[in-house]
């Protein structure tokens, strides 16, 4: 168990279990290591790099093109009142939102051992910071989708609008997935194969090179089941306008699925938390 000093007159009194009761309000206490660790993060993944934004570009350009081939005209799936290309990079959007989350916080402990092994701290804001850098990718991705809605004449409704609360709702869709798995990998380190087998597996299951109009009706219930699925609804919602819908009763379910996800992955990352550093 974590422990904890306290210094009263001369005498040093160790409180077993004191930074345990502390936890959540250290977490405001130690918010400039959040800090500290997210700009390190992102200093690393863009400055003095080519490849950093390069591949922030290329990766969900590239992706775009073949889904549009593969999709778009071979399969001749529909575009949901939009161009093809832009369907499927709003798609992309929160996808690689979710899976830069769960990819990057899954290997962030292991990253990170000299720091958890030495001193004491919430280590749940080793995996959350790797979301500002995930959020990052976000924007500059946007940049992007900016871009090609240019080219294609196309513009966003007012709904845009609603945009952050569905990038809010995809970070806490992959948070929770994110910090299971960061905690499983600690103890078994063969799951850093595993993970990216889930994100690739993923990426064909969910509606980025199509829409979820085409999921019959008889299968809906268990493909809103994957937690992306709402939020990558709601992106396009935003984004495309005329031709998209949100359905109320889907959208709750993935609400409720991403909250549970949520809260499983917090018990169990806090329930594991204690022997991080011995194991690591």
């Given at each position: 168990m974590l422990s904890d000093m306290t210094v009263t007159d001369d005498t040093l009194v160790l409180e077993a279990g004191r930074a345990e009761r502390h936890y959540w309000r250290d977490l405001w206490h130690y918010r400039e290591?959040?800090?500290?660790?997210?700009w390190r993060d992102v200093a690393v993944r863009y400055k003095q790099t080519v490849i950093g934004v390069a591949w922030a570009l290329v990766r969900p350009f590239l992706t775009m093109v073949i889904f549009s081939l593969l999709f778009g005209r071979v399969a001749k799936l529909p575009s949901v009142g939009a161009p093809y290309p832009i369907m499927v990079f709003a798609g992309l959007l929160p996808w690689f939102l979710f899976s830069s989350i769960l990819s990057d916080a899954s290997n962030s402990l292991i990253a990170n051992t000299n720091l958890v092994s030495k001193i004491y701290f919430p280590r749940?804001?080793?995996?959350?910071?790797?979301?500002?850098?995930?959020?990052?990718?976000?924007?500059?991705?946007?940049?992007?989708?900016?871009?090609?809605?240019?080219?294609?004449?196309?513009?966003?409704?007012?709904?845009i609008v609603f945009l952050p609360v569905f990038i809010l709702l995809v970070s806490v869709a992959s948070l929770g997935p994110a910090l299971w798995l960061t905690a499983l990998n600690v103890k078994y380190r063969d799951f850093r194969y595993i993970i990216p087998f889930i994100v690739q597996f993923g990426l064909y299951i969910s509606p980025v090179g199509f829409s979820s109009s085409v999921v019959p009706e008889k299968w809906r219930l268990f493909?809103?089941?994957?937690?992306?699925?709402?939020?990558?609804?709601g992106f396009r919602w935003c984004l495309l306008g005329a031709g998209t819908s949100l359905n109320r009763e889907e959208l709750?379910?993935?609400?409720?699925?991403?909250?549970?996800?949520?809260?499983?992955?917090?018990?169990?990352?806090?329930?594991t938390e204690r022997g991080f550093a011995d194991v690591i």
């Amino acid at each position: 168990m974590l422990s904890d000093m306290t210094v009263t007159d001369d005498t040093l009194v160790l409180e077993a279990g004191r930074a345990e009761r502390h936890y959540w309000r250290d977490l405001w206490h130690y918010r400039e290591l959040f800090a500290i660790l997210a700009w390190r993060d992102v200093a690393v993944r863009y400055k003095q790099t080519v490849i950093g934004v390069a591949w922030a570009l290329v990766r969900p350009f590239l992706t775009m093109v073949i889904f549009s081939l593969l999709f778009g005209r071979v399969a001749k799936l529909p575009s949901v009142g939009a161009p093809y290309p832009i369907m499927v990079f709003a798609g992309l959007l929160p996808w690689f939102l979710f899976s830069s989350i769960l990819s990057d916080a899954s290997n962030s402990l292991i990253a990170n051992t000299n720091l958890v092994s030495k001193i004491y701290f919430p280590r749940i804001i080793i995996p959350s910071a790797t979301v500002v850098v995930a959020l990052v990718d976000l924007a500059v991705n946007l940049v992007m989708l900016a871009g090609l809605m240019a080219w294609y004449s196309f513009l966003p409704t007012w709904r845009i609008v609603f945009l952050p609360v569905f990038i809010l709702l995809v970070s806490v869709a992959s948070l929770g997935p994110a910090l299971w798995l960061t905690a499983l990998n600690v103890k078994y380190r063969d799951f850093r194969y595993i993970i990216p087998f889930i994100v690739q597996f993923g990426l064909y299951i969910s509606p980025v090179g199509f829409s979820s109009s085409v999921v019959p009706e008889k299968w809906r219930l268990f493909y809103y089941l994957n937690p992306v699925v709402g939020p990558i609804d709601g992106f396009r919602w935003c984004l495309l306008g005329a031709g998209t819908s949100l359905n109320r009763e889907e959208l709750l379910l993935s609400l409720i699925v991403n909250t549970f996800l949520l809260l499983l992955g917090l018990s169990y990352f806090r329930a594991t938390e204690r022997g991080f550093a011995d194991v690591i």
